[in-house]
């Protein structure tokens, strides 16, 4: 028994033996070869290269960096399928793969014994290996769960498990969704981590008054809307939820619900149609209620028009939070107009569609050179600020009745944000960064 | 009132029906049950008399005098074609039917209640529809065809009713999607096809009411004394494709354009009858507001959407291609496969049988 797990063993370790094998050959060799000139070079790390020379007081890694690396080709002694330039660089990564060599091992292992040398054994051995990984079966997974262990902690197999969780929810339907369509585990672990990286990275969203924001109770969050689609929504939620850990429910065009998939969507993360009662019901039940009122003539507005607030619809989220007596939260963005910067409108492929726009943005005359990148959108730098709260409480629910005060009330919101917007702007260096 | 209601039941061979009456039966306060129905009903029955009539007949008149009646339960509205004969019977039978029920009961001079099973598609199915529809809600654009255009038309009669006669009191229940061990419903037949068609790229938030509640609803309005407009419904909504998921079955989206192709595919086939209106409800779903069934009725329904959707999977056993045991039982091993102490005892394994 001991005898087959130590064969079990040296068949296992090949790459590893094999590692200590050309390690062990430069240690004993060391004293006996001592006199060979080494290499003249230092490493990245800032120590002398302990490689041997071959020209001109290089090694054959740094002679090749020298540019004079033309013709070489003969074999080091760690590496018998020289023909390769770039095989050298993969000892150093041999030596520190744990699990990450497994893969270019056999790849290695395999390409020598059909290639060159007909050894006698050597697929015997290939063949015992081969058999044995059969065997092991998902032992190269574990080794690397192992490694990732020690490298990150449990924190990645913690995430790890959450994620087989949720996928387990999803597969047997076991979550639920609110009545509005709402299914927060899907939102809060797709759709948040998905956004995640373009709030951080890509558009370095900066957030400015995250603390106006009502933890608790219901809030109407009003704020501006461009950039051809609609990612400032999407961002300025992940934003709230971020900032508050409370997810705010956008009010949507019934457009939005009409179109396949994308209706999908917008109810599943949280939207819901901009109507009066979806909105009533919503603050009533003390959610938190995210507006852009300019809609699509904000949405889809030229270039040159940027950062003016259209017409804010017909006031009917003022009415909305005065009905339920919750505070208005006027809203700025800044970056989001620059994202698909809409040089004109195709109104004629707009009416064919039955689409409120069709945007030309400058990204695509870029089209031919770099074809589908061209549609991303540009990486302006972002900045959200929450505005002080416009307290409705005070004024009562009677004034929803009032027609004159709710286009007072509608004016002042917009004004608060143009003003925040006019300020943010100034404030800003440049576009991007 | 000492000796109890005197009820009539339409539709008495329906499902639904049958067990109204037998939960009457069991019930005091409820001196005589009479059904009426083309078709004879095929549950045991004890208390309840059965007349075979269309209630079209004058006959129904003659009943409701003779036997003093003095609460009808209106439940005979037939959903598909297939189930009455054609379109054209089913209007004749579901409006014209209703009219002339009304007309007697409007003549009868013992009538006090009239309860009408009625039904959520009456709100139709629209992306621009409320999120939650309140009784006061109508649809977005009026029915054009089919059972929810009969049962407006019949709700709107039967209002008039209660109009016409003030000492009446008029009670419209309308159920959602009635789910049960013993009910036949469309939802049955999506169920029981071997992929569950669905509308590619919508998804309908769906809610179901279980057939104990519905049943409990019936007697209570029928015995009680809430006359009004009532939206029944269990709590809480599911997505279609979650259904799909909880029963552990495999859904196939259909493109838009396709769908009625499809539809009309299993009508053909005689594996169900799936109507234009139903269509357009797999597309956007409807929700109801159930907040006056609770607070005014004074009913909570014993089931919630989910646990009247899986008991209808167990009940009407509904297999499964994907095993919830074994999925959790997967999670279970990966979590295992996770941890050092599972690694270890795997690479045991492993090493033990290869051995």
């Given amino acids: 028994m001991s005898q087959a797990s130590e064969q079990h ?3 296992i370790s090949m790459a590893e ?7 062990r050959g430069v240690a004993d060799a060391t004293p006996a070869t001592d006199s060979r000139p080494r290499c003249g070079a230092s490493t990245l790390d800032g120590r002398p290269c302990r490689n041997y020379a071959v020209d001109g007081g290089r090694c054959r890694v740094h ?13 080091a002694p760690s590496q018998p399928m020289a023909p390769r330039p770039s095989t050298p660089a993969a000892a150093p ?5 744990i699990a990450g060599g497994t893969g270019r091992n056999r790849v290695d292992r395999r390409r020598p014994s059909r290639a060159s040398a007909p050894e ?11 058999q044995e990984l059969q065997r092991r079966g998902y032992a190269g997974a574990i080794d690397g769960l192992a490694a990732l262990r020690d490298v990150a902690d449990d924190r990645w197999i913690d995430a790890l498990r959450g994620m087989i969780a949720f996928l387990r929810r999803r597969v047997t339907g076991d979550y639920t969704v609110d009545e509005f369509g709402f299914d927060e585990d899907l939102t809060t672990h797709v759709l948040m981590p998905i956004l995640r990286p373009m709030h951080q990275r890509y558009w370095r969203v900066g957030a400015d008054g995250a603390e106006h924001i009502p933890t608790d109770g219901g809030g109407l969050i009003v704020a501006n809307h461009a950039g051809t689609l609609p990612a400032d929504a999407l961002i300025t939620r992940l934003d709230v939820f971020d900032q508050t850990g409370r997810h705010a429910r956008e009010l949507g065009a019934d457009l939005v619900f009409r179109t396949p998939f994308i209706g999908e969507f917008a109810r599943k993360t949280g939207a819901t149609l901009a109507s009066g009662d979806d909105a009533d019901r919503l603050l009533a039940s003390g959610e938190l209620v ?3 009122p300019e809609g699509y003539k904000g949405l889809g507005k030229h270039w040159r028009d940027r950062y003016k607030l259209q017409r804010f619809g017909r006031g009917g989220f003022v009415a909305t939070a005065l009905r339920a007596q919750v505070p208005i939260v006027p809203t700025a963005i800044v970056g989001s107009e620059e994202i698909y910067p809409m040089l004109f409108d195709m109104r004629i492929v707009s009416k064919v569609l039955g689409l409120p726009y069709f945007p030309m943005f400058a990204q695509m005359f870029a089209l031919p050179v770099l074809g589908p990148f061209a549609l991303l959108p540009l990486p302006s730098k972002w900045l959200i600020e929450y505005g002080e709260p416009i307290d409705t409480a005070s004024m009562g629910p009677e004034v929803a009745e009032d027609a004159m005060a709710l286009f007072d009330l509608t004016d002042q919101v917009r004004d608060r944000i143009q003003g925040m917007l006019h300020r943010n702007l100034m404030g800003r260096r440049s576009v991007f960064l | 009132m000492a000796e109890g209601r005197r009820v009539l039941i339409t539709g008495i061979s329906g499902q639904l029906a049958g067990m109204v009456a037998r939960a009457l039966e069991q019930r005091d306060d409820v001196h005589e049950i009479i059904g009426i129905d083309v078709r004879e009903p095929h549950h045991e029955l004890q208390r309840t008399e059965f007349v075979r009539a269309d209630i079209r007949n004058p006959i129904v008149a003659r009943v409701l005098e003779a036997a003093a009646i003095d609460t009808v339960l209106h439940m005979s509205t037939a959903t598909t074609p297939s189930e009455a004969g ?3 019977r089913m209007k004749e039978r579901n409006v014209i039917g209703a009219m002339q029920l009304l007309a007697a009961c409007q003549r009868a001079p013992t009538m006090r209640r009239f309860v009408l099973k009625s039904t959520t598609a009456v709100y139709g199915s629209d992306h621009a529809d409320p999120a939650l529809f309140r009784e006061e809600h109508s649809a977005q654009q009026p029915a054009k065809h089919g059972f929810a255009k009969d049962v407006t038309e019949v709700e709107a009669y039967v209002r008039a009713l209660g109009r016409r006669r003030k000492d009446i009191d008029v009670t419209l229940l309308r159920f959602a999607n009635l789910l049960g061990a013993r009910l036949d419903s469309a939802f049955h037949t999506l169920f029981t096809l071997p992929v569950v068609p669905t509308v590619l790229g919508f998804d309908p938030r769906l809610q179901f009411c279980h057939e104990d509640d519905a049943v409990a609803v019936m007697v209570r309005a029928a015995t009680g004394d809430q006359p009004g407009v009532y939206n029944v419904a269990g709590d809480g909504v599911l997505y279609l494709s979650q259904c799909v998921r909880l029963a552990g079955r495999i859904a196939a989206p259909i493109p838009l354009p396709f769908v009625s192709g499809v539809a009309n595919l299993v009508r053909r086939s005689r594996r169900g009858d799936i109507s234009p209106e139903q269509l357009r409800f797999l597309q956007f779903g409807r929700v109801v507001d159930t907040r006056q069934l609770t607070e005014d009725f004074g009913y909570t329904p014993a089931f919630t959407t989910r646990s009247a959707f899986e008991d209808f999977v167990r009940r009407r056993r509904i297999e499964g291609l994907v095993d919830r045991q074994s999925v959790d039982r997967f999670e279970q091993e990966l979590y295992g496969f996770l941890q050092r102490k599972g690694q270890e ?11």
């Fill in chain 1, 9 to 11: 063993a040296q068949v």
């Fill in chain 1, 17 to 23: 033996q094999r590692a200590a094998r050309s390690a």
């Fill in chain 1, 63 to 75: 002679a090749l960096g020298s540019g004079s690396a033309g013709a070489r080709g003969q074999s």
């Fill in chain 1, 93 to 97: 990564f041999g030596g520190l793969g």
């Fill in chain 1, 120 to 130: 006698p054994g050597h697929d015997e051995a290939f063949a015992r290996a081969q």
């Fill in chain 1, 290 to 292: 995210a507006v852009w």
């Fill in chain 2, 86 to 88: 054609g379109r054209a």
């Fill in chain 2, 345 to 355: 005892r795997f690479l045991d394994d492993q090493r033990g049988t290869g051995r």
